[in-house]
């Protein structure tokens, strides 16, 4: 189920990007790379917008 009725993240979701965006900031204050963690951020997103969707079609 969705957060908010604007945005497809599940709370759970919401925290892991909410997690992961520090984790980025972090990694980028230090010079290392985050292309992992942004590809991370992406799938979860892509996902949420997915399932969203698909209930929307219902």
């Keep these: 189920m969705a957060a ?3 945005d497809p993240h599940n709370v759970r979701e919401l925290a ?3 997690v ?3 984790r980025i ?3 980028e204050a230090r ?3 985050t292309k992992a963690l ?3 951020v992406e799938r979860i997103r ?3 917008q997915a399932r969203e969707d ?3 079609k219902k």
């Design 4 to 6: 908010t009725s604007k």
């Design 16 to 18: 892991r990007v909410v």
């Design 20 to 22: 992961l965006g520090a």
């Design 25 to 27: 900031a972090r990694r």
């Design 31 to 33: 010079g290392k790379r």
């Design 38 to 40: 942004e590809n991370e």
């Design 46 to 48: 892509t996902k949420a």
């Design 54 to 56: 698909a209930k929307r």
